[in-house]
C-alpha cells in the first residue's frame, strides 16, 4: 500500500466509522478499488500522480461509471490530500455515509 492508503487505512478499518466494515483491494466487476463498504455501497479511490494524465483520467471516468451503474457511490481523492487534509477526507466520507439511506439507523 501507498503512505496515503496507509493512512486510511488506519481511519477505516476495525469499523472506526460508524462501525461500518470496510475493505480494502476489493474486487467489484472488473476493478479491483481501494476501499469498499459493502453496507453503504460506498468505494472510496485513492488517486496517485499516474491518474492526472488524460488517459487514465478517461480510463477513471469510465470505470466510476460502471461501479455506479452497480448502485455503488465512487469517492475519489489524491494521495496528497489523504497526507495533508486527513481530517477533511474523513468529514467528506463521514458526510457521504451520513446522507447515505442504506446505513440510516444501523449506528
Not at 66 to 88: K, S, W, Y
Request: glycine fraction near 2%.
Amino acid at each position: 500500500m501507498t503512505d496515503a492508503e496507509l493512512l486510511l487505512w488506519s481511519k477505516l478499518r476495525r469499523k472506526q466509522i460508524l462501525n461500518l466494515q470496510f475493505y480494502r483491494q476489493k474486487p467489484l466487476a472488473n476493478f479491483i478499488v481501494d476501499f469498499y463498504c459493502a453496507k453503504a455501497n460506498l468505494v472510496i479511490e485513492l488517486d496517485g500522480s499516474q491518474h492526472f494524465t488524460t488517459d487514465n483520467q478517461a480510463k477513471d471516468e469510465r470505470r466510476d461509471q460502471v461501479l455506479q451503474a452497480m448502485g455503488l457511490i465512487v469517492l475519489r481523492f489524491n494521495n496528497h490530500q489523504v497526507l495533508t487534509e486527513i481530517d477533511a477526507v474523513l468529514t467528506v466520507i463521514l458526510n457521504t455515509l451520513n446522507i447515505n439511506p442504506a446505513i440510516r439507523g444501523i449506528e
